[in-house]
């Protein structure tokens, strides 16, 4: 299948998703698993939509995050092994539903924050660090870029925990912390290399001002 197509139909299925997920949340009992697809669901439409927006030129069937590695559909298929095992077997292993709550709150805070971050940065975001920089590539400092240096990975970082402590599943809650957390640390300090020669002394400056968006990553 060419690219157009591929695209169109992977809209219309993750509408499809979303649209069951909100009707399983209001008719069905199971709303904190319907509630995780529809984050998922959520989360990679907007992906491709806000990358189609401002920047059309990068806007590819990769841009969904779909295909995103083979850790991360892993990673998804062990959060609903986990969740269904110990719902249905070892159900005293279950968190507190407070902690769902907290998880959902987490979900959306993470999900603004990499929004607004795709969004701010504009024609300057891209899913794949730059290694060459381009001739319209400035340095974004503004808007939610004032507050964190990296607010699509402290998005994704927040949104990743709060997705299983929305399932409330402690396994993988501590997994995907400890996951990300490295994952994010390995990233930015490889990112940050180029960045630091892109822009020189303004982004040294930056660095020093602003934290990096993740815990004890400096």
């Not at 024609?123 to 001739?135: G, P, T, Y």
Request: proline share 3%; glycine share 4%.
């Amino acid at each position: 299948m060419s690219e157009a197509p591929k695209i169109a139909v992977t809209n219309v299925l993750l509408g499809i998703v979303i649209t069951i997920s909100i009707l399983s949340i209001v008719y069905l009992p199971f709303k904190t698993f319907a509630l995780y697809i529809l984050a998922m669901s959520i989360f990679h439409f907007l992906e491709y939509f806000i990358t189609a927006i401002y920047k059309p030129e990068d806007a590819h069937f990769d841009s969904f995050l779909l295909n995103h590695s083979r850790a991360y559909l892993c990673a998804f298929l062990a959060s609903i092994l986990e969740y269904i095992c110990e719902s249905t077997i070892l159900s005293s292993m279950k968190l507190p539903q407070l902690v769902s709550h907290l998880g959902l709150v987490l979900v959306i805070i993470g999900q603004l924050f990499r929004s607004n971050a795709m969004i701010t940065a504009g024609v300057n975001f891209s899913h794949i660090i730059q290694e060459e920089k381009q001739k319209d590539h400035k340095l974004v400092t503004s808007g939610i870029y004032s507050i964190v240096r990296h607010p699509s990975y402290s998005g994704f970082f927040i949104w990743s925990i709060g997705t299983q402590l929305l399932l409330g599943n402690p396994l993988c809650s501590m997994t995907y912390l400890i996951v990300t957390w490295k994952y994010f640390k390995d990233r930015i300090r490889y990112e940050e290399v180029f960045l630091a020669e892109f822009f020189r002394g303004e982004y040294e400056k930056y660095r020093e001002n602003v934290s990096s968006g993740i815990p004890f990553i400096k």
